[in-house]
């Protein structure tokens, strides 16, 4: 219990970083994906050639590797930014791109015939995504967008590679300092909470779009 104790305030306060790089990351990287999904769905052959490099750059290589390009790589191309900036555009390029894959297959599993109907009744590009597609997207992709946002929560240990003090850092702080394995335990129960609640709140989401099963 002394344990406990003495590491608790810095294993909260990795877990307040660790929290803020989830949150900030979902924040950006949704509602870009969807837009830039939709973008990918008008058929622009320059505009979705652009986006298949983004996409094939962001997941063909480390998200480890792209945190340590943005932070160290980019002040020799005049680019510099703070730890935390670069963690948060690594992570938002990074899901970003894996969301839009997600979203474009919610897309296409839509059936074609509600595209032609919404031009037949004059409907707007925006309106008929904003108002019909992109529900019904939602509602197919759930599951999917469930085990990113799970991912995340577990990625988030990698900014630590940029000197954050997250919480699995915090951890490994203590099981240096104190000689004992403990530490580690204590980070696990940390992740298994977050996933806990992650979980049941994904799941909430998910059972308030059953209405269009």
Known sequence: MNLLNNILPSLLDGSKITLLVFFITLL???????MLAAVQNLNNRV????????IYVERGTPLLLQLMFIYFGLPFLGITLSRMMAI???????YTAYFIEIFRSGIKAIDEGQFKACKVLGFSYSFM??????????????????????????????ISVLGAQEVLKAGRNAVNVYASAIPFIYVAIIYLIMTFVVTNVMNYIESRFNYYD
Not at 47 to 54: E, F, G, M, R, T
């Open 47 to 54: 505009i979705n050639k652009i986006l298949w490099v983004y």
């Open 28 to 34: 950006f990287s949704i509602p870009l994906s969807i």
């Open 88 to 94: 948060y555009v690594a992570f938002v390029l990074n």
């Open 129 to 158: 995504y904003w108002h019909i597609i992109i529900p019904q997207c939602l509602h197919n992709c759930l599951p999917s967008i469930t085990n990113e946002v799970l991912n995340l929560i577990k990625d988030t240990s990698l």
